[in-house]
């Protein structure tokens, strides 16, 4: 069965400084990944998405994640931190040839000024 | 694009009445898709629906939920003789499958509140 798991359920930075968020996957199959983001009172919205091409994957606002099979895991960064940047996060696998999306528990970003 | 719309936003309702949601897709979107979030975890997969067809209901959590989009566009929800354990986030989404790199686009959700 395929599956994500996010390994910090809050984060915590200062404006300016680095993000990571971290996810590791498991699944039988390439998996198709994603990282989405969850603002209070929003809609998701997808940050980037890996497909098997380039491992090294950029999305927006800054973000971006790389995939590593050797240590099946798929983190997000972000070089600094923006106060805008404070919401829930989603490591996302696709179940394998379909395009029913399986979330992660979540990772709560805090960002202090 | 005006994005996927989910009326209503907020609902309450007393165990056991059966409410409905709605979900607009964004017009030319063939799939739509139905997620379930509790507080504190990811969405979940309910069910899908391909143009008015639905794909998959073997998620649907039980036999009180069901969903239908008859026309192909706007779908809708209903729970019947809700329970307090269906206080949840009902999210939509909906994408167009064309080529191997598809997206979902999600609505803002409705709250449902069971007292």
């Known amino acids: 069965a395929q599956s994500v798991t996010q390994l910090d359920s809050h984060v915590s930075v200062s404006e300016g400084t680095p993000v990571l968020l971290r996810c590791n996957y498991s699944?039988?199959?390439?998996?198709?990944l994603f990282w989405y983001v969850q603002h209070p009172n929003k809609g998701l919205q997808l940050l980037l998405k890996?497909?098997?091409?380039?491992?090294l994957v950029k999305g927006i606002n800054g973000f971006e994640a790389e995939f590593k099979k050797s240590e099946t895991s798929f983190h997000l960064t972000k070089p600094s931190a923006h106060m805008s940047d404070a919401a829930e996060y989603f490591c996302?696998?696709?179940?394998?040839?379909?395009?029913?999306?399986?979330f992660g528990t979540g990772t709560r970003l805090q960002v202090f000024p | 694009d005006t994005g996927v719309s989910q009326d209503p936003r907020h609902k309450i309702t007393k165990r056991g009445q059966n409410v409905t949601f709605r979900c607009d897709p964004i017009?030319?979107?063939?799939?739509l898709y139905w997620y379930r979030q509790t507080l504190g975890q990811g969405p979940e997969f309910l069910t899908y629906?391909?143009?008015?067809?639905?794909?998959?209901k073997s998620r649907l959590l039980s036999d009180r939920f069901s969903a239908e989009r008859p026309k192909g566009s706007f779908s809708t929800l209903e729970i019947q003789r809700t329970e307090q354990g269906d206080s949840a986030m009902y999210l939509c989404?909906?994408?167009?499958?064309?080529?191997?790199?598809?997206?979902?686009?999600f609505g803002p959700g409705t709250r449902l509140t069971v007292t």
């Open positions: 699944s039988s199959y390439s998996p198709s």
């Open positions: 890996y497909t098997s091409a380039a491992t």
């Open positions: 989404a909906s994408s167009l499958t064309t080529g191997a790199s598809y997206r979902q686009y």
């Open positions: 017009s030319e979107h063939n799939r």
């Open positions: 996302v696998v696709a179940l394998y040839n379909t395009d029913k999306l399986i």
């Open positions: 629906f391909q143009n008015e067809a639905q794909l998959e």
